[in-house]
């Protein structure tokens, strides 16, 4: 390894730095939870049926 040259030795810090970046950023992370499944199910889900969701909820909350 201490043949390599400073361009190689360079990008092998490179990837082992972004690689416990990474790990350090997988456990800092908050668990998903069932707002952040409802906010991404809405982000995904097509603008029609959206609609129809609100619609639905403005008559129920009108009884």
Not at 17 to 37: C, F, T, Y
Not at 45 to 63: C, D, E, H, N, Y
């Amino acid at each position: 390894m201490l043949t390599a040259d400073p361009g190689q030795r360079i990008d092998n810090a490179v990837d082992a730095i972004r690689g416990m970046s990474q790990d350090l950023a997988d456990e800092v992370a908050p668990r998903p939870g069932w707002l952040d499944r409802l906010s991404t199910a809405t982000r995904e889900a097509p603008i029609q049926s959206l609609a129809i969701a609100f619609l639905i909820g403005v008559l129920l909350t009108r009884r």
